[in-house]
């Protein structure tokens, strides 16, 4: 029997409500598959920040660092937005979190189911069988952290700021190894984003995807875009891609704008997967929900849990190597979604609606 050994961090306003979904749903299939369920809650965010002080208390950090994976749910809300920026939850748990995990490779699905078209702000025409694709961000690396950054203030008196974008070899040659990964179990098709006409770094880029995929992976599709091309043919025809992948700020607006074109935050998950192996010799990973902690339906048992349980499934896929697992949660998603009609009021367009609980009761009873 495998035993899953993961930290569960489910944050503030619907973070916990969803969190609790997600967890059920776990518990169902951990008795189902022999597995075993290992895990600790911790407070994360505001509500790190009320219990103990700060956003990453040193306690939920050192849980997180007995694990082999974090369950994140998410964190902040209008009851820390009077702090000074660096101490508001999100940026004071989510980057130490990523510097201290070294989590590089954020991936995104970008699904919409075909039953969901009303939830795309693009035309049904557009995407008549609704939307299928993956986008990768690099996320540790570029104009984000490069250094120097700094403002100054010039002789004549004019203040100057200055960003640095930086990449080297290593940090593009593994983020392209996620996204190989990626498109071998799906269409096998990879489209390296970049700004190769204008960016010194972006040449770099484009050269080493090239090497690195001549070397390692010659099978695969690739081909390359420009950043704002990209960003245009989203909007035309998404599904002209299978996996995407960027560099960090391309892929902050690309997986955002992925995101918007998807509909519902509700239903969109995501992984960031760090440098360091797990006890299991697999990818050490946070996952969470694409969305944030929705205050404004926060208490009322409507938050959809979607996106939780497909982190979830993510999880069980990446960190612990439970592909079919993973796979069947997905397919009682959507069979919830689609086939049985149970409609959260994000994804509901006039059907009647569940709560947050009866959804996962419907994808629990889809798991047998
Ligand atoms: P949001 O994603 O929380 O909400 C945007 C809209 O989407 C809202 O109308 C909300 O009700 C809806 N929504 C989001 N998730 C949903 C779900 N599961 N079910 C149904 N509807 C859902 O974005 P926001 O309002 O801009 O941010 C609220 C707070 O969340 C802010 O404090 C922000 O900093 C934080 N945030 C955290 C993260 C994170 O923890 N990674 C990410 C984004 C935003």
Known sequence: MSTLKFAVLPGDYIGPEVMTEALRVLAHVAAKENLTL???VADVGGAGIDNHGKALPDSTLALAREADAILFGSVGG???????????????ALL???KAFNLFANIRP???????????????????????????RELTGGIYFGQPKTTTTLENGEQQAVDTMVYKTSEIERIAEVAAVTAKARGNRVCSVDKANVLETSVLWRKVVVDYFAKNHPDIALSHMYVDNAA????????????????????????????VICGSLGMLSSASLGTGKNSLELPFGLYEPAGGTAPDIAGKGIANPCAQILS???MLRYSFGLDAVAAKIEAAVRKAVTEDGFRTGDIAFGKPTVGTKAMADAIIANLG
Not at 78 to 92: G, M
Not at 120 to 136: H, Q, T, W, Y
Not at 232 to 259: K, W, Y
């Open 110 to 136: 970008g699904l919409l189911y075909k039953d969901l078209l009303d939830a795309s702000p693009l035309k049904s025409e557009r995407i008549p069988n609704g939307i299928d694709i993956v986008c990768i």
């Open 96 to 98: 130490p979190l990523r």
């Open 38 to 40: 290992s895990y600790q």
């Open 312 to 314: 979830a499934a993510m």
């Open 78 to 92: 209008p009851k820390w937005e009077k702090l000074p920026p660096k101490e508001q939850p999100e940026r004071a």
């Open 232 to 259: 245009m043919q989203l909007a035309r025809d998404p599904n002209q891609f299978d996996v995407l992948f960027t560099e960090n700020m391309f892929g902050d607006i690309l997986s955002d704008e992925m995101a």
